[in-house]
C-alpha cells in the first residue's frame, strides 16, 4: 500500500490523479484544495481522505503535511500539483501583490511541503516526490513574467532536490504538461490534452520500475509547438 498526500486535488489534473489512483486497491489517498465542497464530492466518489488548505499560507502548508502524515501514518509520495496562472500582465503592469501570491503557490509551498516529506522519507530511504512543473517552464512568454518565472524556478528546484534525495533512496520527478483543458484558464481549449491523459503521465512516471526515476517526464498536445 502506497500513501499519497496530493494538493490541487479538487479540479483538473489533481482531481483525475486521485480519481485513476483510487480505482486500483494499492493507494491511499490524501487530498487537498481549497473549496470544501469539492473536496467533499471527491472523497465520496473516490473513498480518499484529505483536508482543505489555502497553500498561500506557509504555516498551514506545514500543518497540511502533518495532518495528512497523521491521517496516512506515513507519506510515500507527494505529488505537489497545485497551481495557477492568474497574471498575464506586461511587467509594467504587474502589481507586487500578484508576485507575491504566485510565489507563495506556485513555488513556497511545494518546496515546504518537499521539505517535510524529505525528513520522513531520507531516514526510510524511500519515497517519491512529484513536482507538477509545465512546458513553461521549458520557454518564455511575453506577458508571462509570474507564472513563467515561478515554473522555471520550480524546476530549479525540482532537479537540485533530485540530486539531494536520489542518494538518499527518495525519487524526485518532474512532470511538465504542455496545455491541458481544465478550469486553470476561463476558456475551453478541447485542442489541448483532457485532464484525464495529463494524469494518466503523472502515473507512468510514479509507477516506473523501483530502478527507473523519470527525473523529467514532458509531455504536450500535438498543436503546442513550443520546443
Ligand atoms: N492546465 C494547463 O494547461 C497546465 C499546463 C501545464 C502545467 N499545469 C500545472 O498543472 C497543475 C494543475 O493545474 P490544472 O490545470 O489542473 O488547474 P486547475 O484545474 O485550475 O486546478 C488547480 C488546483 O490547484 C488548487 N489551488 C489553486 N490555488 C490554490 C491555493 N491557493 N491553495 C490551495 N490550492 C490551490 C485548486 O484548488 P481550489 O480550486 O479548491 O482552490 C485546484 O484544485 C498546476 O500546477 C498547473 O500550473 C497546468
Request: hydrophobic share 40%; with cysteine.
Amino acid at each position: 500500500m502506497q500513501n499519497i498526500l496530493i494538493t490541487g486535488a479538487t479540479r483538473g489534473i489533481g482531481r483525475e490523479v486521485v480519481r485513476q489512483l483510487t480505482e486500483s486497491d494499492g493507494y491511499r489517498i490524501f487530498a487537498s484544495g481549497r473549496d470544501g465542497a469539492l473536496l467533499d464530492a471527491l472523497k465520496s466518489e473516490t473513498g480518499c481522505v484529505g483536508a482543505t488548505c489555502d497553500l498561500s499560507d506557509a504555516e498551514a502548508v506545514v500543518g497540511l503535511y502533518a495532518k495528512a502524515q497523521a491521517e496516512l501514518g506515513q507519506v510515500d509520495v507527494l505529488i505537489n500539483n497545485a497551481g495557477f496562472n492568474r497574471t498575464k500582465t506586461s511587467v509594467a503592469e504587474t502589481p507586487v501583490q500578484a508576485l507575491d501570491d504566485s510565489y507563495a503557490v506556485n513555488y513556497r509551498a511545494a518546496y515546504l511541503l518537499a521539505r517535510e516529506a524529505m525528513k520522513e522519507m531520507e531516514p526510510r530511504q524511500s519515497g517519491q516526490i512529484v513536482n507538477v512543473v509545465s512546458t513553461m517552464a521549458k520557454t518564455t512568454g511575453a506577458n508571462y513574467s509570474v507564472y513563467c518565472a515561478m515554473k522555471h524556478a520550480l524546476a530549479a528546484f525540482t532537479a537540485c532536490l533530485a540530486k539531494e534525495a536520489g542518494p538518499r533512496g527518495v525519487k524526485v520527478i518532474g512532470i511538465y504538461p504542455g496545455g491541458v483543458d481544465t478550469d486553470f484558464r476561463p476558456e475551453d481549449r478541447p485542442q489541448y490534452l483532457k485532464p484525464s491523459s495529463a494524469a494518466k503521465m503523472i502515473l507512468y512516471a510514479l509507477t516506473a520500475p523501483d530502478d527507473v526515476v523519470v527525473h523529467e517526464l514532458v509531455y504536450r498536445p500535438m498543436v503546442e509547438l513550443n520546443f
